[in-house]
């Protein structure tokens, strides 16, 4: 018989005593598994077992030579780090996930605050704010409920814009032009701060054309395409609707929504911006880095 100095001290802590050499195999079996066990299954067997504190897998198996059993070898992987490992992966995965809930939660009762007020209200410019802010704080709750919901750190961006536009489509009258939503391309993961910045800009570029790209519109068209680069990824909106003037839309409401815009894509996503507006339609198209390039 051999073993070696790992063994010994493994079967010292679980009171053994020494040497170990020279003894049956059987007899310092850690398992419960029995010599005609072994001896039936003709192959291996796989067992874990726990002794004087450490969580062990047994490979067991007899030693044959022309169907005929000489002796009995027995391999102990200490697998008791793995484990702690893996346990303390779990403590930080429900962790993170309780964080992201509450985080919903709370978005989501900021919405309700902010919708009872401007039930309460009757000035229209409060109603109008009010469903603005509503609209921004929907869209970074929809990261958080996702996040929640598959207790990942990782979000689908196809999946994200997805949900924007049902929240967008759940929040329209049916007075109100009626807008045809497409989502194409590749799919990206985002971690959580990139995804509630895109789902912003997403968001804001969305209820832009919605206010001015579709007057006297009975049916709009938004459109989102998704490019994964090597280094880089890019988000297009492209709407169409009747365009607008650069020089006119500087200096009005929208203007300062484009102008957060450009902000959040350049000191957020450290990406660029590109604005193209005409008859036919707006097209936005900014970037962001790649989650795999930011961590590095």
Not at 52 to 64: D, K, V
Not at 116 to 131: G, P, Q, Y
Request: aromatic residues 6%; hydrophobic residues 35%; charged residues 25%.
């Amino acid at each position: 018989m051999f073993a070696n100095t790992k063994a010994e001290e493994l079967y010292q802590e679980a009171g053994y005593s020494m040497p170990l050499v020279g003894r049956n195999v059987i007899d310092l079996q850690l398992t419960d598994a029995s010599r005609a066990e072994i001896l039936g299954q003709n192959g291996t067997i796989k067992k874990e077992v726990e002794i004087a504190g450490h969580i062990l897998e047994a490979t067991l198996s007899g030693i044959w030579e022309e169907e005929i059993c000489h002796g009995f070898a027995a391999v102990y992987r200490d697998k008791t780090r793995v484990r702690q490992l893996e346990d303390e992966v779990a403590s930080r995965v429900a962790l993170i996930h309780e964080v992201h809930h509450r985080v919903k939660n709370n978005l989501q009762t900021i919405i309700s605050l902010v919708g009872l007020e401007s039930a309460h209200s009757k000035d229209a410019r409060v109603k109008a704010f009010a469903r603005t802010i509503t609209a921004h704080v929907r869209s970074m709750n929809v990261t958080y409920e996702l996040l929640s919901r598959t207790g990942s750190d990782h979000v689908s961006l196809k999946f994200l814009l997805e949900k924007i536009c049902d929240n967008m489509q759940e929040n329209r009258s049916q007075e109100e032009c009626r807008i045809v939503t497409q989502i194409a391309g590749d799919d990206v993961w985002l971690m959580e701060t990139t995804a509630s910045t895109v789902a912003l800009i997403v968001n804001e570029l969305i209820q832009n054309s919605l206010k001015y790209a579709f007057p006297d519109r009975e049916e709009g068209k938004i459109q989102m395409q998704i490019e994964r680069g090597p280094r880089y990824s890019w988000v297009t909106v492209r709407d169409d609707g009747c365009g607008f003037d650069n020089k006119k839309v500087s200096t009005s409401s929208s203007g300062l929504g484009l102008r957060l815009i450009n902000s959040l894509v350049r000191s957020s996503l450290h990406g660029e911006i590109f604005t193209d507006s005409e008859h036919g339609g707006t097209r936005v198209r900014f970037s962001f880095r790649n989650q795999e390039e930011t961590s590095q």
